[in-house]
């Protein structure tokens, strides 16, 4: 692949309107503020507005993309949309999105189920494309979660938000160089946070839905805790070793936002600093695979990063998968 340089031209995000605060679940779960924010770290989270769904987010993200690129989307080579709440189960979203954003007729397709991981898998894929001669590829990672979820379980519930981000890869001179990418799947912990209704071995019944387990979460929080804090520390060391650096390197981590708990033992874990870690959990909670690029994008809009800074992206999600990602602004 030689020294073709792939980098960010675009980030864009799209956040709904609606502020949904922890006093507010408070009306449908047994819970309380206090109770959210030490366990979680989160204060508030965006909710979709009615007949707000994932297309329209993916899309009002990717538009925001491409004017920070100075692109139409007719220069847009290739879209890979990244979620677990599809606009439908068939055909897959990205379809939608290549229709309604107004580009060619070009490769579109998803990775769908890929839990919170699955954007920096297909920041992976897209710079592998580019390296092999596609021209711009457009990754986008969306959730709609709060219409996924149940809202009488307070241990799954109040976790959640809905976003939308993009990132525009390609060849190019300026913008942040991707200088390497990382990702693992451990299938034999895929019962540690799953969704099992809707699939061939469980099809969706009207007595399952009856009872509400159409938006069961399983998830068992204290194995969860520790594979995604081993995880996302292994792979955050093996880009770095990768790419020929140090920890001390980096100058802001970027990590998936989902536990601020999380967030602080992955610092621990790797002897650094909280100060260098970006953390927005508290204002969207958990975005899904919207989570590092929606961070990336709002750290970068608030003058975090500067040229030359070393940026590092790490993510775990259901499956369980996990991955990183190290940039060069």
Known sequence: MGNTRICLLGVGAYLPERIMTNEEWTEHVDTSDEWITARTGIKRRRIAAD???????????????????????DEIDEI????????????????????????????????????????LQALDIARARCHFGVGRVLVIGVEVLSRLISWND?????????????????????????????????????????????GSRRPFTLEEAQQGEHQHVIMNGRELFKEAVRRMSEAACRVIEQAGVTLQDI????????????????????????????????????????SVP?????????????????????????????AAALLRF
């Open 294 to 322: 929606l961070a990336l994008w709002e750290a970068r809009k608030n003058g975090l990063i500067a040229g030359g800074d070393l940026v590092l992206l790490t993510s775990f999600g259901a499956g369980f998968h996990w």
């Open 51 to 73: 007949g707000e769904g994932t297309v329209d987010m993916a899309v009002a993200a990717a538009l925001c993309a491409l004017d920070d690129a100075g692109l139409a989307p």
């Open 154 to 198: 307070r241990n799954t519930s109040v976790l959640f938000g809905d976003a939308a981000a993009a990132f525009i890869i390609g060849q190019g001179k300026l913008g942040a160089e991707i200088i390497g990418v990382t990702a693992g799947t451990d299938g034999s912990r895929v019962d540690i946070l799953m969704m099992e209704v809707g």
């Open 80 to 119: 890979i949309v990244t979620t677990d709440t599809p606009e439908v189960y068939i055909p897959d979203t990205a379809a939608f999105v290549q229709y309604r954003l107004g580009a060619r007729e070009i490769p579109a397709y998803a990775l769908g189920s890929s839990g919170c991981a699955g954007f």
């Open 251 to 290: 100058a802001l981590v970027v990590p998936h936002q989902a536990n601020l708990r999380i967030i602080q033992a992955v610092a621990k874990k790797l002897d650094m600093p909280l100060n260098k870690f970006f953390i927005n959990v508290q204002e969207y909670g958990n975005t899904g695979s919207a």
